[in-house]
């Protein structure tokens, strides 16, 4: 009789043990937008969408001019600084796949980013969804960030998914 209690306290362990994965995983991927920290906002529009390679299910597109980016330099020090985007979908639809694209000033050098697949090239930062992080649902947003040697300074232009910030 003592196995057939140990197995059901193991079975009860591994039920509630899945229902917390399971929270835990559409907390995450249903986060919303923390606006109380500062930005400078630079307003986008969306494009064409690209494929959705994970997440829920998208029942359509943003339509376009409801997309902002906003840049925010988070620190600063002797050669470089610390910069975060936050992609925000402002309209009533979800968004599948998303491209932001920035030109930076002269002279900085992206080191490493984080959030989003990264292509860097001198000058510009392209920084485009991810298969966790493909789905943007209406009114969320998703940050990615950046490491850079130069001039902490605002970009020279943005766009996302092809359409001028």
Not at 12 to 28: F, N, Q, S, W
Request: net charge positive; hydrophobic share 35%; glycine share 12%.
């Amino acid at each position: 009789m003592w196995h057939l209690t140990r197995d059901r306290v193991l079975m009860i362990t591994a039920a509630v043990m899945t229902v917390v994965a399971g929270t835990m995983t559409v907390l995450y991927v249903t986060k919303g937008d923390d606006s109380s920290r500062p930005m400078t906002t630079m307003a986008g529009t969306s494009g064409p969408p690209a494929s959705p390679r994970g997440g829920p299910s998208a029942k359509g597109t943003a339509p376009p001019g409801t997309v902002k980016a906003a840049y925010a330099v988070r620190s600063k020090w002797k050669d470089g600084f610390n910069a975060e985007v936050t992609l925000t979908n402002l309209g009533s639809q979800p968004l599948t796949g998303w491209m932001v694209q920035l030109e930076l000033p002269k002279g900085v050098d992206v080191t490493s980013t984080w959030g989003a697949k990264a292509e860097s090239q001198p000058g510009r930062l392209v920084l485009r969804s991810q298969a966790y992080n493909t789905y943007l649902e209406a009114g969320g947003a998703i940050r990615m960030g950046f490491e850079a040697k130069g001039d902490a300074a605002q970009p020279t232009s943005c766009s996302v998914n092809g359409s001028p910030c």
